[in-house]
């Protein structure tokens, strides 16, 4: 009882911890391994992507994209993932990152590589970018009211 009146008297408010937004957390993690696991199916030609998809794009071969899929797409999400679960100050920016960087790449894909079978996980991967990117706002706004 006298903590808590000697910290109103200094001008502090008791503030509960801030809870961890446990399912920005799930999705970015689903997503960065998801990413990950494509990337590497990529580069062992273990998902049976046909080379004729990169017909029209700057790739001869679908090694530099599972290197982007792997590091910049699924790194980013656990990155994110992983700040967001510490609570770290820099959580809320790398959760809007990756889900930007998340975005870019299924709209550059949908636009550069002609897979008509892939538009379900490609409506998949939006959707789940717009939920990243939907959940860290909602998080801010949480985060500064």
């Given at each position: 009882?006298?903590?808590?009146?000697?910290?109103?008297?200094?001008?502090?408010?008791?503030?509960?911890?801030?809870?961890?937004?446990?399912?920005?957390?799930?999705?970015?993690?689903?997503?960065?391994?998801?990413?990950?696991?494509?990337?590497?199916?990529?580069?062992?030609?273990?998902?049976?992507?046909?080379?004729?998809?990169?017909?029209?794009?700057?790739?001869?071969?679908?090694?530099?994209?599972?290197?982007?899929?792997?590091?910049?797409?699924?790194?980013?999400?656990?990155?994110?993932?992983?700040?967001?679960?510490?609570?770290?100050?820099?959580?809320?920016?790398?959760?809007?990152?990756?889900?930007?960087?998340?975005?870019?790449?299924?709209?550059?894909?949908?636009?550069?590589?002609?897979?008509?079978?892939?538009?379900?996980?490609?409506?998949?991967?939006?959707?789940?970018?717009?939920?990243?990117?939907?959940?860290?706002?909602?998080?801010?706004?949480r985060e500064t009211a």
């Open positions: 009882m006298v903590a808590q009146s000697w910290t109103r008297s200094l001008g502090r408010s008791e503030r509960r911890p801030a809870r961890r937004p446990l399912l920005l957390i799930a999705v970015e993690t689903l997503m960065g391994f998801s990413a990950i696991g494509g990337g590497i199916g990529l580069l062992g030609d273990w998902i049976g992507m046909p080379r004729e998809a990169l017909e029209g794009t700057p790739f001869s071969s679908f090694t530099i994209p599972a290197l982007i899929l792997i590091f910049v797409v699924g790194g980013s999400q656990l990155v994110a993932a992983w700040l967001a679960w510490t609570q770290h100050p820099l959580a809320l920016v790398a959760s809007f990152a990756a889900g930007c960087i998340l975005l870019g790449w299924i709209a550059v894909e949908a636009v550069m590589v002609d897979d008509p079978e892939g538009r379900m996980l490609q409506t998949v991967v939006f959707a789940c970018a717009a939920l990243i990117l939907g959940l860290a706002w909602r998080w801010r706004r």
